[in-house]
């Protein structure tokens, strides 16, 4: 009885200590759970990897605010770094000045290429830049030093591949001397060719003067004719001297188709045509015809003084915001003030004797042959 005891306590006390040790692990089990889930838990409520995306979004924001602002800053500020203003010349039109005086870059002064635009807006373009024109050169008149037909017939020939100023200086004494057609017909070819020398390829145009002057003689009583078909068959008389005469001594309205005149008027692109004869249909017909003489002196005076061939003066154009071609030449206003010539430079004009009008708008006479 005493061993059964025995033994059944000692039962009991191994079954109360597996059951101590049971409990035991349990609680363990349950408190290592706890840890796990509060570990996992943890990240949820406030950890720095969540803060990292929020900052990250907020400094994304930030710079791509700053960016914007500097783009747009440096938008505003991109013309000032490119700006072309024109400083207007002394007789520059209103309209015309203000546009040139705003800041603007070649691309925002220029239009967008004509190619293509109507035919009517290629009328009013052109007619527009005819109006400036006009106003920047109200006082323009043919630059040949003449008092009659005859004379302005004999110094339009001499001016092929010369200079206005050249023959200006040189016709005084040729006119001393041989004052009528009748005189210069008669004349002795050697004596001419010594007072044309200064004017370059002096013997063909001592042939083209005398010749013309025996041809007024026996054909026209010594007289200039009035009518296009009869002055071009003069000698050394095309189509661009005829228009000259008839513009400037018959107030005969012509388009006169020099060097210049081609130059600006393809620049302007108001015609792509290279023959003259082509070039002067082309234009007229966006002209009224009693604008075309008037038209001519305009665009060749301009195409003398500020739109040269090798460099125009771009920045110092009164018709910058109209040109097509604008940029092609120098933009920067102080370094395209240098480019003028004659008197938008400071310079004297091409005549010994201008007109009044020229005069009381500042322009200066030509000095004489030896004078400078």
């Not at 692990?25 to 408190?31: Q, R, S, T």
């Not at 004509?114 to 007619?127: D, F, H, N, Y």
């Not at 004052?179 to 002795?188: G, I, R, S």
């Amino acid at each position: 009885m005493k061993k059964s005891s025995a033994s059944k306590e000692t039962a009991a006390s191994r079954k109360a200590v597996a059951g101590e040790k049971t409990a035991a692990k349990e609680a363990a089990a349950k408190e290592t759970e706890g840890k796990t889930s509060a570990a996992k838990k943890a990240p949820a409520k406030k950890t720095p990897a969540t803060k990292a995306p929020a900052k990250t979004a907020a400094a994304g924001k930030t710079a791509a605010g700053k960016t914007a602002a500097k783009e747009a800053a440096a938008k505003k500020a991109a013309p000032l770094k490119r700006q072309a203003p024109a400083k207007k010349p002394a007789v520059a039109p209103k309209k015309a000045t203000a546009a040139v005086k705003g800041v603007a870059p070649a691309k925002t002064v220029a239009p967008t290429s004509p190619r293509g635009e109507s035919r009517t807006a290629l009328v009013r373009r052109a007619r527009r830049i005819g109006r400036e024109l006009a106003e920047v050169y109200p006082y323009a008149h043919p630059e040949l030093d003449f008092e009659n037909p005859f004379q302005l017939v004999v110094a339009t020939v001499l001016s092929a591949q010369t200079t206005d100023l050249r023959v200006n200086q040189t016709t005084p004494a040729l006119f001393a001397k041989y004052p009528t057609p009748e005189d210069l017909a008669a004349a002795v070819p050697e004596e001419v060719e010594e007072i044309l020398r200064p004017t370059g390829f002096f013997r063909a145009k001592t042939k083209s003067v005398i010749g013309l002057s025996k041809a007024l003689t026996e054909d026209f009583g010594g007289e200039v004719p009035g009518r296009l078909e009869d002055l071009v068959k003069l000698p050394g008389v095309g189509r661009k001297t005829a228009f000259v005469v008839l513009g400037n001594a018959f107030g005969r309205p012509g388009i006169t188709v020099d060097t210049h005149f081609q130059r600006l008027v393809r620049r302007w692109r108001w015609t792509e045509e290279t023959d003259p004869d082509k070039i002067e249909a082309a234009v007229g017909a966006l002209f009224p015809k009693s604008d075309w003489t008037d038209l001519s002196h305009h665009v060749i005076w301009h195409g003398r003084r500020i739109c040269h061939a090798r460099k125009p003066a771009c920045g110092a154009c009164p018709i910058a915001p109209l040109c097509p071609a604008y940029g092609e030449g120098e933009t920067d206003p102080e370094k395209a003030k240098k480019l003028l010539k004659y008197e938008k430079g400071g310079f004297p004009g091409q005549r010994l004797k201008p007109p009044q009008s020229y005069l009381d708008a500042g322009g200066k006479p030509a000095p004489p042959l030896g004078a400078g």
